[in-house]
Structure formats: C-alpha cells, structure tokens
C-alpha cells in the first residue's frame, strides 16, 4: 500500500493538471442594456447587437447578455436585473441605456438626461468597481428618424452627452455609438435606413444586418480599450 502512494500522488497531479487545462477560468464579459441590445428569438426577425459580441473572442471569454426590452438604467436596477449582473461577478459589463431612459417623464421608466440618469450611471460604476469589474460605457446609438427635409432628429443626444461626461468623470471608457451610427445612419439617409429594420416603419430595432452592424461599431472601440477582453479578441 506504501509503495502505491508516490506512484498515486503522481497521478492525481497529473489529472490536476489535465482538468485546469481543459477547464481555464474564463474572462466574464456582461451586457446590459434595452431592446436594441438585447437576445431575441431567431424566429422574431429582430435583433440586439449583444448577441454577436461573443463572436469576436475566443472561447476563454464568457459573455452573458442580460439586457432586457424596455428597461432604462433605473428601471434595470429596481427589477433586480443590475443585482443578478453583479451576481455572476463579471471582470467587464458593458453599460448601454437612454433610449426608454428618454421616454415621456409620466412614464415610469423615464429618467431626466441631467439628474437622475447620471446619477444612475454612478451607481452602476460604483457597484461595478466594489467587485473589481471594469465598466465599459456605450452611447445609445441613433434612431433613425428624419424631418421632412432629410436630415435626422436627434432627441437621444442628451443621454449620450450625458453618458460621455459620466465616462470622463469617473475615467469609464466609453465606446461612442451614438457618434458612430449617427454617421452610418446620416449617410443611409431615409431611402436606405430602412435596411436596418427589424419591420417597417421601426426606427429603432433592427433585423440582423442592422444588429451586426451595431456590433461591428462597438467592436471597433472596445478592441482599443485595455480591458481583460483584449488578449482574447480573435485574429
């Protein structure tokens, strides 16, 4: 039985060693957020950009989409949905409200682009970084709404604005969507946007080209940003 025991131990480094290999601790990557960033069905014919992040990491990043249609930064805490993000202790949450924060101020839902919407914006910072995650802002991309003259309306620029100026106080990287859809969905213009619907006439959702396309902007920032997700990005 003595004699067994080095040749045991041996062993059970070995398959020690083999498990970690096969099991490497992945870099945990949330996302919350609205509609337009959420999981939908694939037979809804709408589409988040959070469900293609994943697409562009290697397997050692695990990303959990937890944004939800219809929420703002105040109505995502108050359902326990910012409580069960910090619950699977990411390393990064990317942070995208405004467009139902933006909504009639009768509304339960709405919060003001000056007061309360970047005091939330704080808290999710603050509680994020309690944990030790990083928090990653994105600006609430454009709807793709016009005046009769072509050029587009902007009502969620004060949240975007907002969310920048949160971003340069607290040092949050921030990825600006708002900037970069502005200038995809300007050069569209009314004729073509449309091709990032999810139905007709929804200036807001998108259908799977709009919602990759939202994904690609956000890439093409978050890719820069130092963050535990970047040795992971696929080549």
């Not at 609205?34 to 939908?40: A, L, N, Y």
């Not at 469900?51 to 105040?74: C, M, P």
């Amino acid at each position: 039985m003595l004699r067994m025991l080095p040749v045991c131990a041996a062993a059970l480094a070995l398959l020690t060693n083999i498990s970690r290999a096969e099991d490497p601790s992945p870099v945990r990557l949330a996302v919350i957020g609205d509609s337009t960033v959420c999981e939908w069905p694939a037979d809804s014919g709408q589409c988040g950009w959070g469900q293609f992040i994943h697409e562009y990491y290697e397997d050692e990043v695990a990303v959990t989409n937890l944004a939800r249609s219809g929420r703002s930064t105040k109505t995502f805490i108050r359902e326990g949905r910012w409580e069960k993000t910090l619950e699977i202790q990411p390393d990064v949450i990317l942070i995208q409200f405004g467009h139902n924060d933006s909504h009639a101020p009768d509304r339960p839902e709405s919060t003001d682009s000056a007061t309360d919407y970047p005091e939330y914006l704080r808290r999710y910072v603050r509680e994020a970084r309690e944990q030790d995650a990083m928090p990653i802002f994105v600006t609430p991309m454009v709807r793709r709404q016009f005046h009769e003259d072509g050029t587009m309306r902007d009502n969620l620029r004060p949240y975007a604005e907002a969310m920048i100026s949160v971003g340069k106080e607290l040092d949050v990287p921030v990825i600006d969507l708002h900037q970069s859809s502005w200038e995809i969905v300007e050069e569209l213009g009314p004729e073509r946007s449309p091709e990032l619907a999810n139905a007709p006439g929804d200036g807001t959702h998108f259908n799977e080209k709009g919602a990759r396309l939202m994904a690609e902007l956000v890439m093409q920032e978050l890719s820069k940003i130092d963050s535990p997700l970047q040795p992971h990005l696929k080549q």
